[in-house]
């Protein structure tokens, strides 16, 4: 299994322009998570899916930030506009049914907002 | 609130010691608690869950420890290696499957 699968890698982009971040979770898994870390705040959760359905977007800071998943095998998450503050490792992460169940992340992408 | 706090907040150790690294939560109700590491510039890994039954588990050099009467959790690893450097981060679940509650991690480094 290739394992959770996010691009691009890293990103830098300037104030204002729209980035989107994507994210291929592992075949069979049903919840999907978005995070967030940086060295200040550590890991937040944005938001996550189950069954292709958002559940819990209370972590997503405002407006400017929209996620989709609009089938078991692919989602995005979108920043429009980009500040500076968003600078920040993204991370997505794929899990199974079973309660408690451990969370496989992907490698990360680094955004750098100038 | 649920709560999970981590010390030291990083630690500095010699090729071939050993070290404890702590995690005491307040989390309610307390479902599982698994630490993870992260590599720099990886993505979080798992080494190891805790159920509430549980006071012992060993994966090889890391041996995770749980006294859910004081909620505290410790990841104890024994003759460390230079690849032991990383970001060791506690996660609690309560409730259902996605409450999490991440630590904000300890950050060890090896030294040769």
């Known amino acids: 299994d290739a394992g959770v699968i996010q691009s691009p890698r890293h990103e830098v982009t300037e104030m204002g322009q729209e980035v989107t971040l994507r994210c291929k979770p592992i075949s069979g898994h049903n919840s999907l998570f978005w995070y967030r870390q940086t060295m200040m705040r550590g890991l937040e959760l944005l938001i996550y899916f189950n069954n292709n359905v958002p559940i819990d977007d209370s972590g997503m800071p405002e407006d400017r930030f929209s996620a989709k998943m609009p089938n078991a095998s692919f989602s995005t998450l979108k920043i429009q506009p980009s500040e500076p503050r968003d600078s920040a490792v993204y991370f997505c992460?794929?899990?199974?049914?079973?309660?408690?169940?451990?969370?496989?992340f992907g490698e990360g992408s680094r955004l750098t907002v100038l | 609130k649920n709560q999970v706090e981590q010390s030291p907040q990083s630690l500095i150790i010699l090729e071939g010691k050993n070290c404890t690294l702590q995690c005491n939560y307040t989390v309610s109700p307390f479902s599982n608690l698994r630490w993870y590491k992260q590599d720099t510039g990886r993505g979080p890994v798992s080494l190891t869950i805790?159920?509430?039954?549980?006071n012992t588990k060993s994966n090889g050099r890391y041996t995770a420890t749980l006294d859910a009467d004081t909620k505290q959790s410790s990841l104890h690893i024994t003759a460390s290696q230079l690849s032991d450097s990383a970001s060791y981060i506690c996660?609690?679940?309560?409730?259902?499957?996605?409450?999490?509650?991440f630590g904000s991690g300890t950050q060890l480094t090896v030294l040769p």
């Open positions: 992460a794929s899990s199974g049914d079973r309660v408690g169940g451990e969370l496989f």
């Open positions: 996660v609690v679940t309560s409730g259902s499957a996605r409450q999490l509650t």
């Open positions: 805790m159920t509430f039954s549980e």
